[in-house]
């Protein structure tokens, strides 16, 4: 598979850095925008502070997937709130030989879809209600990614990367077909990328740390120092663990290592660290919920597993959604 032209949908933090690096790597870079991202990218190009440098990427920008066309290779890293609204422009950026990767969080919309455990076969309606993704986006060219990387926003626009360059792909079917060439391209441009035949076992690692600390975060508006620096919080975060890990293991799913004792010891490691989903709560956008807290809860229903403080957080949550988006209008 050769890839020389990359179109990253959505150029936020997680996007932006990848824009960044992938340029400097030598690949053709363009970016799917909303206006006004477009117009700042336009006007400042995207700005990557990472090990103390700077660096700025320039790539084509456009707000409609016709006026970039098509691409080697996609890369998707909207929130679950935009994807809907983007899926159907997708064909307009692949050439028969395109794959798209999507780097999102949490449980995606075709999790349970040839799913060989409990609740296979299972349509996700927390984040897919009426089938438009499953039907619109093309599982032949669908393939997964779970990232561990700390990139965040600095007030003037800057992004700021702190930690790690740790990426993981695979395709639900678990085929690893052109996925060395993909992980090849992400390698060239600095990161550790791993293909993946189970990559719902990635999914679910990483969950257990986003649908804990990401919520309650935005809940209380708490930076992570703070959250777990309170003993009862911990406790609850804890909770909301082990329902998630307890789920996974009832699924048949390797959730990854038991997370208690690093969240004991967080408070003393961690410095004022503000997560995606507060600093999405503080600039009054939607708040990631349906696939890091809905889909979970959906298939706790699905398989008769009970996860009583998770679903007191999720809807704890949801009004924080409400008020900061009613907060950032009024």
């Known amino acids: ?45 995207i700005v990557l502070e990472d090990k103390g440098e700077i660096f700025t990427g320039h ?3 456009a ?5 970039i066309g098509p691409q080697d290779l996609v890369v998707v890293t909207l929130k679950d709130a ?9 064909p307009a950026l692949c050439k028969p030989t395109t794959q798209i990767l999507f780097v999102m969080n949490g449980v995606p919309w075709w999790f349970l879809d040839g799913f060989k455990g409990p609740g296979g076969g299972k349509q996700l309606t927390a984040v897919d209600p009426d089938g438009f993704l499953a039907r619109t986006i093309d599982k032949e060219r669908l393939i997964w990614g779970v990232i561990d990387c700390g990139v965040s926003e600095k007030p003037d626009g800057t992004l700021l990367h702190t930690f790690n360059y740790y990426l993981q792909i695979g395709r639900p079917d678990g085929d690893l077909r052109d996925l060395a060439d993909i992980a090849g391209v992400f390698v060239k ?28 975060s935005a809940i209380t508006m708490g930076t992570l120092d703070k959250i777990f620096g309170d003993p009862i919080v911990v406790d609850l975060l804890i909770d909301v663990a082990h329902e998630t890990r ?13 997370p208690v004792e690093r969240m004991r010891s967080a408070a003393s490691r961690l410095g004022p660290v503000r997560t995606s989903m507060l600093q999405d ?50």
């Open 189 to 216: 441009a600095g990161y550790d990328c791993q293909p993946r035949a189970t990559i719902r076992d990635a999914i679910w690692a990483k969950l257990v740390g986003n649908i804990t600390m990401n919520p309650v």
């Open 59 to 61: 790539p084509k920008v």
């Open 82 to 90: 935009g994807l809907r609204e983007l899926a159907a422009d997708l």
């Open 281 to 330: 709560a503080q600039r009054g956008r939607p708040l990631e919920l349906s696939s890091i807290m809905g889909s979970v809860l959906e298939i706790g229903e699905i398989v008769g597993h009970a996860m009583p403080m998770t679903r007191i957080v999720y809807g704890l949550a949801r009004v924080r959604s409400l008020n900061s988006a009613a907060q950032v209008a009024s």
């Open 1 to 45: 598979m050769d890839i020389k032209s990359v179109c990253i949908v959505g150029p936020g933090a997680i996007g932006g850095m990848m824009a960044v690096f992938l340029e400097r790597a030598g690949y053709q870079v363009s970016a799917l925008a909303r206006p006004s991202r477009a117009a700042a990218i336009t006007r400042r190009g």
């Open 63 to 67: 707000t409609t997937a016709k006026d």
């Open 246 to 258: 307890g789920l996974a293991q009832k699924l048949g799913i390797d959730p990854g290592a038991d």
